[in-house]
């Protein structure tokens, strides 16, 4: 793909500041402001890089308000974030796309129902009574267990497993190697050995959800453990059995969510959050990365710290805790102090 800084600033709908030659220019993929040049469009985010920008050997650059004084052709848009990544996806390599219809080496199952334009890969697996929708893209490996749906427009990458009694809603992306309805980590103490716990539910996957790689959601064991709609979660996350989230959450690597524990809408985790079984989060609740969470927390919360607190508390832990040298050394000094003047006192009587 190739445009000129005219016709790029068409597709994404930005202001353009610049002369012609300027606007003439061939712009050929997105970079970075230190390593742009005059085939690339950089972008700048806050006032931060505006000085970096000065000496850019960047073709073009995106930017929210017009910089008085660059000799460079500017693209002024509303929303930073939402321009790179029209641009992006414009720039993005071609990859070629599995075409519709089931490979030869797939092995399918009787009583399975696939859309025509569905795409199976080579060496996918699918058990009875599978459902497949329009426009679904089921990578090279997958296997698909028996009674599972997919909805439409979603894409599984290679070597996705979903067991039995699954559904996944439309336009989700579950990517290579996670695996959605396995058992959970239940055990109970029965004469002297653990004794895992029957796991009979389902996994419910709603609607635009987007699942990182190695990833493992586990089935429920009543009911079913349920991802929101529209919740994004990062590589190498594992939420347990009866687990639900909320809509629209952000879950980054390797957080893990213990058994039947409740996310509102909108929750966001830091990376290696933990939280523990059986505890409700709340609407809109932002948890610091590394934090472990033991308790109820309500809505629009910041919390962080192990165990969590509420984020100015940890802010003035942490703060502490990093001068508990200095206070050790101040309660020495106090302590020999006190001595000497008890000493004092004491030659007084």
């Given at each position: 793909m190739e445009l000129t800084v005219a016709q790029l600033a068409k597709r994404i709908n930005a202001g353009l500041a610049g002369d012609a030659a300027q606007l003439a220019r061939k712009i050929k993929s997105v970079a970075p402001i230190k390593s742009a040049n005059q085939?690339?469009?950089?972008?700048?985010?806050?006032?931060?890089?505006?000085?970096?920008?000065?000496?850019?050997?960047?073709?073009?650059v995106i930017v929210s308000k017009s910089i008085d004084g660059l000799d460079m052709p500017q693209l002024?848009?509303?929303?930073i974030n939402k321009a790179l990544i029209e641009v992006m996806?414009?720039?993005?390599?071609?990859?070629?796309?599995?075409?519709?219809?089931?490979?030869?080496?797939a092995i399918v199952a009787k009583n399975v129902k696939i859309d025509k334009y569905a795409s199976i890969g080579a060496y996918v697996t699918i058990d009875e009574n599978v459902e497949i929708g329009?426009?679904?893209?089921?990578?090279?490996?997958?296997?698909?267990?028996?009674?599972?749906?997919?909805?439409m427009n979603c894409r599984?990458?290679?070597n996705v497993v979903i067991y039995h009694n699954c559904s996944i809603g439309n336009n989700v992306i579950i990517q290579a190697n996670s695996t959605i309805g396995s058992a959970g980590f239940g055990y109970t103490f029965i004469e002297g050995k653990h004794c895992h716990i029957p796991h009979n539910g389902?996994?419910?996957?709603?609607?635009?959800?987007?699942i990182?790689?190695?990833?493992?959601?586990?089935?429920?064991?009543?009911?079913?453990?349920?991802?929101?709609?529209?919740?994004k979660i990062d590589n190498l996350v594992q939420i347990a059995h009866n687990v639900v989230t909320g809509k629209c959450c952000l879950i980054a690597g390797q957080v893990g969510i213990s058994g039947s524990t409740k996310l509102g809408d909108g929750v966001v985790?830091?990376?290696?959050?933990?939280?523990?079984?059986?505890?409700?989060?709340?609407?809109?609740?932002?948890?610091?990365?590394?934090?472990?969470?033991?308790?109820?927390?309500?809505?629009?919360?910041?919390?962080?710290?192990?165990?969590?607190?509420?984020?100015?508390?940890?802010?003035?832990?942490?703060?502490?805790?990093?001068?508990?040298?200095?206070?050790?050394?101040e309660l020495k000094q106090l302590r020999n102090r006190i001595k000497v003047l008890e000493a004092s006192k004491d030659n007084t009587k």
């Open positions: 085939s690339n469009v950089t972008f700048i985010t806050d006032d931060r890089h505006k000085a970096a920008i000065t000496d850019s050997k960047a073709g073009a002024i848009v509303n929303n996806k414009i720039f993005a390599p071609t990859i070629k796309v599995q075409d519709a219809g089931i490979h030869p080496t329009n426009n679904s893209i089921i990578g090279n490996g997958c296997k698909i267990g028996e009674n599972s749906k997919i909805g599984l990458d290679s389902g996994v419910i996957i709603e609607d635009f959800v987007e990182g790689a190695n990833c493992c959601v586990d089935r429920a064991k009543f009911d079913n453990t349920i991802i929101g709609a529209g919740t985790l830091g990376g290696q959050v933990g939280l523990k079984d059986n505890i409700e989060i709340g609407n809109g609740v932002m948890v610091g990365a590394g934090a472990g969470v033991m308790n109820n927390i309500p809505d629009g919360q910041k919390v962080a710290w192990t165990p969590a607190y509420e984020w100015n508390e940890a802010m003035r832990i942490m703060v502490y805790t990093r001068r508990l040298p200095e206070i050790a050394e």
